[in-house]
């Protein structure tokens, strides 16, 4: 068993003695989206109308040029780093700004110490090595340290997030790491996942608080965050954000009930992460009994076992509450990471959030959720191309999926997934 894997077991069986959990009260029904987002206190924040890259490659090419129109700052939070064939191409691009001036600040996830290969054996090196050795400034998010393992909890505090602000001008957010999975495999595509751009005051300006509140809590080399200038808002559109910090498990919560407390005909999600909790799956349930057809896409195509068994393992579960599972099987065999929920044909949300545990109540989580009907429409367009590779779950092939190995592998990736 791998280090990642031993030390996730240990946590669990600490983990499932708590009382850590998803709520099971009931979903509320609002009006629209934004009635429930005002009471909860969330505002819009002015913006251009968004726009997305769908897969690693497409985003790996624009992360470049935005590096390379860079002239004043560049900040990076990548979640995973890897330094890799594919991926060494941005970290030079870094080095070079910061060679003409730029200033270059980039935050990782520990956990990018232990990636494992999906196609190979071995870890693909982690990148901070490469951004120290050239002076880039780089912090480690919640180090795995052994002093710390007295407190097992704290190591499952994982920063998940996946962002990038160039200037003050522009931030990119979504679910594409800057490792060797979401790039590399398989070869020439990388994961179907999602980075969504635009530019954002608002936005922007309460994301560099975050990057530098989250910056300063690990590093000495402490930020201001007044030395970050922010351009001026010049667009149309506007957008809800979602940034779930250290130590707040009710972002995440807070934006889902949002989206479900509207829904009137249908809710879709692409959740190749979900491992259902009774909590998660009440919330379909209820979402069934007002008349909302609920359907998760999954991705048939996985990186590692451990993932695709433990969300197979729910699978008989979300179909007898009443909602639709289907696989999505790419045509090159590209593994679906993109984490996505519409509802109806009036909001969709994209970012780093997972419909299970892990985002509810132990990471660190940034999405947006938009009502605007451009990006409404223009989502909805690539998305339908997407329910053209569908295949339903049946029940009997649900049933499948129950067997011992399936449950222990949900067990174990229901907090370390």
């Known amino acids: 068993m791998k280090p990642i894997q031993l030390f996730t077991v240990f946590a669990l069986v600490l983990l499932l003695s708590s009382c850590t959990s998803i709520p099971r009260d009931d979903l509320p029904v609002s009006e629209s ?6 009471d909860a206190g969330y505002q819009q924040f002015r913006s251009t109308v968004p726009v997305t ?30 330094y890799t064939e594919l991926t060494q191409g941005f970290y030079h ?18 956990s990018s110490n232990m990636q494992a290969y999906p196609d190979k054996e071995g870890y693909a ?13 780089v912090t480690e998010y919640n180090p795995l340290l052994g002093s710390r393992f007295a407190v097992l909890p704290m190591f499952l505090d994982r920063d998940h997030r996946k962002f990038m602000i160039v200037d003050g001008e522009i931030i990119a957010l979504g679910g594409i790491n800057m490792n060797y999975s979401s790039h590399c495999f398989p070869e020439g595509r990388g994961h179907i996942d999602s980075m969504t751009e635009f530019s954002s005051a608002g936005i922007i300006t309460a994301m560099i608080s975050s990057f530098v509140e989250t910056w300063n809590a690990y590093s000495v080399n402490r930020l201001d965050e007044a030395d970050f200038a922010v351009a001026p808002d010049t667009g149309d559109s506007s957008l809800w954000l979602f940034d779930q910090g250290r130590g707040d498990s009710g972002v995440v919560d807070t934006m889902i ?9 249908e809710v879709w999600m692409i959740q190749s992460f979900a491992f259902l909790t009774r909590g998660l799956l009440r919330q379909i349930e209820q979402l069934e009994e007002r008349g909302v057809d609920v359907h998760i896409i999954y991705s048939d195509i996985s ?7 433990a969300a197979k393992f729910t699978l008989l579960d979300l179909i007898d509450v009443g909602a639709d599972a289907y696989f999505l099987d790419a045509p090159d065999d590209a593994f679906t990471h993109l984490k996505f929920f519409a509802v109806d044909d009036t909001a969709v949300s994209l970012g780093s959030t997972n419909y299970n545990l892990r985002s509810y109540v132990l990471s660190r989580e940034l999405a947006i959720v938009s009502t605007d009907p451009r990006f409404v ?17 049946t029940r009997d092939e649900a049933a499948t999926y129950r067997g011992l190995s399936y449950r222990l592998y949900y067990l174990f990736m229901l907090y370390g997934g």
């Open 33 to 38: 989206i934004a009635a429930y987002y005002d």
């Open 53 to 82: 890259c769908l897969d690693g490659a497409s985003w790996l090419a624009r992360a470049q040029e935005l590096v390379d129109d860079a002239q004043d700052y560049i900040l990076v939070d990548a979640f995973l780093a890897n």
């Open 257 to 265: 009930k949002g989206l479900f407390s509207s829904a009137r005909e």
């Open 125 to 137: 090196p982690p990148a901070d090595r490469f951004l120290r050795e050239s002076g880039i400034a």
């Open 93 to 110: 691009a870094l080095n070079r700004k910061q060679q003409e001036g730029v200033r270059v600040y980039v935050l990782y996830d520990a």
């Open 377 to 393: 429409t223009y989502t909805w367009q690539w998305f339908s191309e997407m329910q053209s590779l569908l295949r339903p779950v």
């Open 303 to 309: 990186t590692a076992d451990q993932y695709l068994k």
